[in-house]
């Protein structure tokens, strides 16, 4: 099922199979490759040597048996010649008085071409030297086969006609425990997935290697990997194989079979090949690599020999087989999440910690809100002062209530900093903004921008005199999704010494300050975050209601942010044009918000991204926490004055 939006399924099939038995082992390939096929699986790959059984030992030099593979091919070619994936299926193969442990990559009844495996293990358990050979040893590049000459070697890629980013190389088990894999060659060839064909037995432990080893070469080939192993029908003599199927793309594994199944099983899942293409264009190291390859004389290893077939048309259906998490900043298990904000939290309080060091100054000022974010950056800080053993004196936290500060706002900033025992001024910016806007001819009522901004820049003028009397270092408190969006006032909030919180973003602050709350010995202290946690986001630049309360709720008036974050990661991050980044939007978001919804917020994120890269080209310094950032001087360039038409033409066609 290869989408209108560069994802290919792929499967790994764990067949039935007994050693020997190859007429019987076939019917069961096929089972599998019917139900692949009804899944709309673009590829399939196959256990090693599958069609006879992975451990028939002394039995792969017998004529009877080599005959058996010969006819149990052609019946797979038969029966599949009207299904529409591309088949990958382990088989010994003999060659020019050479033995050959292969794989066979068919299509519509056609063999596309046979890669030999490379790196042939003699050693523990395993005896392959005693039958097989190297694909290293071929003397020809072409065999015959089934009655037709095809391609052979270990450096074939197979590329389709019709979607030119599916391209696929193959490799046999061991191959990828070698210290420089042939699917490395085969990634620098142009292969975007990579297909194993397994037969790996079970030992304790060796699972959880396998499956590092299978995520760790598609993060360093900047592919997909799909793994599939031999199952339990293999002799048991001295060995067990438990039929281990894995499917990691870039790194991460998306789908992972259950082992010691006795029933056949297909793991299946959608690979965003559109997304790897880009990554490798993204990256100038792969390019490198390449062209390293060629001057060390690997040309030939390296270069794409191209096998071509032919998929099916591309498919605009809604389902993908992959889970698309619609918070990517924050890992959904809670583990991993408390590992990754202690993580983000150190990056932090360490780039501060050492810009102070550095400077000499001893001395920081934060202007607190009672918001997520302020409460951060005085997290950050005091976390950055424990690590340097500098007094809490020096932290002059200011909180300046204006128009719109709440109560609730007001009261936390004051209990937090009376339980961390910090210093506190309160300076009402009231009059100061009154004053101004009467000296702009502001009638000092009407709820506009310039109402809003002037209490913005009025704060940002005192924290930095403020710091200019005492020799101090001005900590911003903004986030990453509001510089994505361009929520802050351009030399108000938005300007700093240091943002600490630049490359955090909204959804994950606040899980930072839950982390802190749950690993702070002090219930107080964690009563006050949680509630800072719980209340509502708001710049409270407008008037609160009679009770008190916030009337002016920032995702009310620009979307809410968790979707701001997913576009963000999308567009920015994977570079995914907007329809695709809408497409993937309803599947994470299917039961929360309609396309409606999405599509107007979206809309909005596209257009106030473009409209505010003037606030993001001249940013304070500030650490990269992920693998985002808009600093000028990091991750981001881009033309203050960029047109965002392309993009919102994509939403609209």
């Given at each position: 099922?290869?989408?209108?939006?560069?994802?290919?399924?792929?499967?790994?099939?764990?067949?039935?199979?007994?050693?020997?038995?190859?007429?019987?082992?076939?019917?069961?390939?096929?089972?599998?490759?019917?139900?692949?096929?009804?899944?709309?699986?673009?590829?399939?790959?196959?256990?090693?040597?599958?069609?006879?059984?992975?451990?028939?030992?002394?039995?792969?030099?017998?004529?009877?048996?080599?005959?058996?593979?010969?006819?149990?091919?052609?019946?797979?070619?038969?029966?599949?010649?009207?299904?529409?994936?591309?088949?990958?299926v382990?088989?010994?193969?003999?060659?020019?008085?050479?033995?050959f442990?292969?794989a066979?990559?068919?299509?519509?009844?056609?063999?596309?071409?046979?890669?030999?495996?490379?790196?042939?293990?003699?050693?523990?358990?395993?005896?392959?030297?005693?039958?097989?050979?190297?694909?290293?040893?071929?003397?020809?590049?072409?065999?015959?086969?089934?009655?037709?000459?095809?391609?052979?070697?270990?450096?074939?890629?197979?590329?389709?006609?019709?979607?030119?980013?599916?391209?696929?190389g193959?490799?046999?088990?061991?191959?990828?425990?070698?210290?420089?894999?042939?699917?490395?060659?085969?990634?620098?060839?142009?292969a975007?997935?990579?297909?194993?064909?397994?037969?790996s037995?079970?030992?304790?432990?060796?699972a959880?290697?396998?499956?590092?080893?299978?995520?760790?070469?598609?993060?360093?080939?900047?592919?997909?990997?799909?793994?599939?192993?031999?199952?339990?029908?293999?002799?048991?003599?001295?060995?067990?194989?438990g039929?281990?199927?894995?499917?990691a793309?870039?790194?991460?594994?998306?789908?992972?079979?259950?082992?010691?199944?006795?029933?056949?099983?297909l793991?299946?899942?959608?690979?965003?090949v559109?997304?790897?293409?880009?990554?490798?264009?993204?990256?100038?190291?792969?390019?490198?690599?390449?062209?390293?390859?060629?001057?060390?004389g690997?040309?030939?290893?390296?270069?794409?020999r191209?096998?071509?077939?032919?998929?099916?048309?591309?498919?605009s259906?809604?389902?993908?087989?992959?889970?698309?998490?619609?918070?990517p900043?924050t890992?959904?298990?809670?583990?991993?999440?408390?590992?990754?904000?202690?993580?983000?939290?150190?990056?932090?309080?360490?780039?501060?910690?050492?810009?102070?060091?550095?400077?000499?100054?001893?001395?920081?000022?934060?202007?607190?809100?009672?918001?997520?974010?302020?409460?951060?950056?005085?997290?950050?800080?005091?976390?950055?002062?424990?690590?340097?053993?500098?007094?809490?004196?020096g932290?002059?936290?200011?909180?300046?209530?204006?128009?719109?500060t709440s109560?609730?706002?007001?009261?936390?900033?004051?209990?937090?900093c009376?339980?961390?025992?910090?210093?506190?001024?309160?300076?009402?910016?009231?009059?100061?903004?009154?004053?101004?806007?009467?000296?702009?001819?502001?009638?000092?009522?009407?709820g506009?921008?310039?109402?809003?901004?002037?209490?913005?820049?009025?704060?940002?003028?005192?924290?930095?005199?403020?710091?200019?009397?005492?020799?101090?270092?001005?900590?911003?408190?903004?986030?990453?999704?509001?510089?994505?969006?361009?929520?802050?006032?351009?030399?108000?909030?938005?300007?700093?010494?240091?943002?600490?919180?630049?490359?955090?973003?909204?959804?994950?602050?606040?899980?930072?300050?839950?982390?802190?709350?749950?690993?702070?010995?002090?219930?107080?202290?964690?009563?006050i975050?949680?509630?800072?946690?719980?209340?509502?986001?708001?710049?409270?630049?407008?008037?609160?209601d009679?009770?008190?309360?916030?009337?002016?709720?920032?995702e009310?008036?620009?979307?809410?942010?968790?979707?701001?974050?997913?576009?963000?990661?999308?567009?920015?991050?994977?570079?995914?044009?907007?329809?695709?980044v809408?497409?993937?939007?309803?599947?994470?978001?299917?039961d929360?918000?309609?396309?409606d919804?999405?599509?107007?917020?979206?809309?909005?994120?596209?257009?106030?991204?473009?409209?505010?890269?003037?606030?993001?080209?001249?940013?304070?310094?500030?650490?990269?926490?992920?693998?985002?950032?808009?600093?000028?001087?990091?991750?981001?360039?881009?033309?203050?004055?960029?047109?965002?038409?392309?993009?919102?033409?994509?939403?609209?066609?």
């Amino acid at each position: 099922m290869i989408t209108t939006f560069g994802h290919v399924r792929i499967a790994a099939a764990v067949p039935p199979v007994r050693a020997a038995a190859v007429t019987e082992n076939v019917k069961g390939i096929l089972q599998l490759a019917e139900r692949a096929a009804d899944q709309d699986c673009d590829a399939v790959v196959f256990p090693e040597l599958c069609l006879t059984g992975y451990t028939c030992a002394d039995l792969f030099q017998q004529r009877a048996l080599l005959q058996a593979v010969e006819d149990g091919l052609q019946s797979v070619l038969t029966a599949s010649s009207h299904l529409d994936p591309v088949y990958v299926v382990g088989a010994p193969v003999v060659s020019r008085s050479q033995l050959f442990n292969a794989a066979v990559v068919i299509q519509h009844g056609t063999i596309l071409g046979v890669v030999p495996k490379t790196f042939i293990p003699g050693y523990s358990e395993y005896y392959e030297p005693r039958w097989f050979v190297s694909g290293d040893a071929a003397v020809v590049n072409e065999i015959r086969l089934c009655g037709t000459t095809v391609p052979f070697g270990t450096n074939l890629v197979f590329q389709d006609s019709r979607h030119p980013d599916f391209r696929f190389g193959v490799e046999l088990c061991e191959d990828l425990w070698a210290p420089i894999p042939p699917s490395s060659r085969l990634a620098l060839g142009g292969a975007l997935v990579l297909l194993n064909c397994s037969a790996s037995n079970e030992l304790v432990g060796k699972a959880e290697y396998r499956r590092q080893l299978v995520a760790q070469q598609s993060g360093s080939c900047l592919a997909a990997y799909v793994y599939c192993s031999a199952g339990v029908g293999e002799s048991t003599t001295d060995t067990v194989f438990g039929g281990h199927a894995i499917i990691a793309e870039n790194g991460a594994v998306l789908a992972e079979g259950d082992r010691f199944r006795r029933e056949p099983t297909l793991t299946v899942a959608d690979i965003d090949v559109e997304f790897l293409e880009h990554e490798r264009v993204h990256n100038a190291t792969f390019g490198q690599a390449v062209a390293r390859g060629k001057r060390a004389g690997e040309g030939e290893s390296i270069a794409l020999r191209e096998v071509g077939f032919e998929s099916r048309e591309p498919s605009s259906a809604n389902g993908l087989e992959r889970w698309i998490d619609p918070h990517p900043f924050t890992p959904g298990n809670p583990a991993r999440r408390r590992e990754r904000c202690q993580e983000i939290f150190a990056i932090q309080s360490t780039g501060l910690a050492t810009r102070l060091q550095h400077t000499g100054i001893r001395d920081v000022v934060i202007g607190l809100s009672g918001g997520l974010d302020s409460t951060l950056a005085l997290l950050v800080i005091r976390e950055a002062f424990s690590r340097l053993e500098l007094p809490s004196a020096g932290i002059h936290c200011i909180t300046m209530p204006g128009f719109g500060t709440s109560n609730r706002t007001l009261g936390n900033v004051q209990a937090l900093c009376q339980a961390l025992d910090v210093p506190l001024e309160l300076i009402d910016i009231g009059e100061s903004c009154r004053q101004h806007m009467h000296d702009i001819g502001h009638d000092g009522a009407t709820g506009d921008i310039a109402f809003e901004n002037v209490q913005a820049r009025e704060r940002t003028q005192i924290l930095m005199d403020k710091a200019n009397m005492i020799g101090a270092l001005v900590v911003g408190t903004g986030d990453l999704s509001e510089l994505a969006l361009g929520w802050c006032t351009y030399n108000g909030d938005h300007m700093s010494m240091y943002g600490v919180n630049a490359g955090v973003p909204k959804t994950l602050v606040r899980y930072l300050i839950e982390y802190v709350a749950d690993t702070w010995d002090d219930e107080e202290i964690a009563r006050i975050l949680r509630d800072v946690v719980d209340t509502p986001i708001s710049p409270e630049l407008l008037p609160p209601d009679e009770q008190g309360e916030i009337t002016q709720e920032t995702e009310a008036v620009i979307g809410p942010y968790e979707l701001h974050d997913f576009f963000l990661y999308y567009l920015i991050r994977r570079a995914f044009q907007p329809d695709k980044v809408r497409f993937l939007a309803e599947q994470a978001f299917a039961d929360t918000y309609t396309t409606d919804t999405i599509t107007k917020w979206l809309r909005a994120f596209c257009r106030r991204f473009f409209m505010h890269q003037f606030k993001r080209s001249c940013l304070p310094d500030g650490p990269k926490v992920g693998t985002i950032a808009l600093s000028p001087r990091g991750d981001w360039r881009m033309p203050s004055d960029a047109s965002a038409a392309e993009w919102l033409r994509r939403l609209d066609s």
